[in-house]
């Protein structure tokens, strides 16, 4: 199937919605199914974002601003996720149950507004990983149009592009409970020292960053091609001093690089073992 077919093919399965609420992150994949959706179906589309201290406000705000731009309502739901005994624990099936939670609050936020879909934005590059949250969205019946369309993030960002969305290159993002090792509970303090840590690096050029949590240890995530300007004498100082000052007793880098899912490896690795 070509992309234009793909294309097609997720028009009509928007258009057959009638209405439709999309849980909107601001990312590349929810970005483009949002303003897909508003393009065929007009004042029928609702963007629901979850706020939490899961999510840094930046992505929060550039979630805002994209709902601006373009003229789309958005609701913005407050949830306490740190509020689930299953969630704060962080067990290898956390991101179910966190989902799950999520899910349920922003149906109930699209049948305040008579909506009765809800669609979020997965792509069929997603079957790939481990992502226990896939299961929430099945029982939930959340749709997945991107999916559905076959579509995978390249061409994403292609037909993104196309339309002229300035997230068509945005860096993949996932949500910050995924920088802590499972079995380590989580808090809002350590999340909040990772978002600061991440907004750091961001500010001297780094787009593609993870800060990843080992105790009292920050695990620095980058591109191999980012290297050099980590280890960049100024940089490296500001680094340490900042991330010291964000509660960090140890900053180390990465020379594996940036790799998406990398808190799932050891999981990997028990079960080939098993």
Not at 3 to 12: A, D, G, M
Not at 74 to 100: A, F, G, M, T
Not at 216 to 223: C, D, F, G
Request: aromatic share 6%; glycine share 6%; with cysteine.
């Amino acid at each position: 199937m070509t992309l234009e077919e793909k294309f097609q093919r997720l028009r009509v399965i928007i258009a057959d919605c009638g209405s439709l609420a999309v849980a909107f992150s601001g990312g590349v994949d929810s970005s483009f199914l949002l303003k897909t959706a508003q393009d065929i179906l007009g004042d029928h589309v609702l963007a629901i974002t979850a706020d939490s201290v899961f999510i840094p406000r930046e992505e929060i705000r550039a979630a805002q601003d994209f709902c601006q731009q373009y003229g789309i309502r958005q609701k913005l739901v407050p949830i306490d996720v740190l509020d689930d005994e299953r969630v704060r624990s962080n067990p290898p099936d956390r991101c179910y149950h966190c989902k799950r939670g999520i899910f349920e609050r922003m149906l109930s936020a699209a049948a305040e507004e008579a909506i009765s879909t809800l669609a979020e934005g997965s792509n069929l590059d997603d079957e790939g990983d481990y992502r226990p949250g896939m299961r929430a969205i099945r029982e939930l019946s959340v749709r997945s149009p991107l999916r559905e369309a076959g579509l995978c993030k390249a061409e994403i960002r292609e037909l993104s592009q196309r339309m002229g969305l300035i997230t068509w290159d945005k860096p993949s993002m996932a949500c910050l409970a995924s920088r802590v090792p499972y079995g380590d509970a989580l808090s809002a303090e350590t999340l909040r020292a990772v978002e600061e840590a991440e907004l750091l690096l961001h500010s001297i050029g780094l787009r593609q960053c993870r800060v990843r949590v080992h105790g009292m240890l920050a695990r620095i995530e980058v591109l191999p091609e980012d290297f050099a300007t980590i280890m960049d004498a100024k940089n490296r100082r500001e680094i340490v001093e900042a991330f010291k000052q964000f509660g960090f007793s140890y900053v180390s880098l990465d020379l594996e690089g940036f790799r998406s899912g990398s808190m799932n490896e050891p999981l990997a690795n028990k079960n080939s073992h098993a």
